[in-house]
Every structure is written in C-alpha cells, then in structure tokens.
C-alpha cells in the first residue's frame, strides 16, 4: 500500500465522524423528539432561577 495524501486522510476523517452522527441521532430519535419538543415549548423569558417578590412573601407568611 502507498502513501496517502492528507486530503485523502481528512476525507475518511470527516467521513467518519459524518457517520457516527448519524448512527447516534438514529439510535437516540425518540429521546432526542422528546427533548427538541420540550425545548420548542419552553419559554425562553422565563429564568427559573428568578424569585417573584410578592410570591416569596406570601409564602413566608403562611408559613407564620
């Protein structure tokens, strides 16, 4: 066998990697719906790390 040329190389590389995605997007497609749909539906304004004042107010009342 001769040597092969780098772009030849790169090729088989990239070829490669393409079809290790794809087996891993075939071999994960419900998971990956589910969290794709679940991304779509989720509200981008929203940050769950934010705490409603009158909320957190209200709770440490009832909490008296």
Known sequence: ???TSGAKQATVVVAAMALGWLAIEIAFKPFL???RSSID???PTKDPDDFDTAATATTSK???
């Open 33 to 35: 719906d589910k969290f």
């Open 1 to 3: 066998m001769g040597k």
């Open 41 to 43: 539906k989720s509200d």
């Open 62 to 64: 009832e909490g008296l």
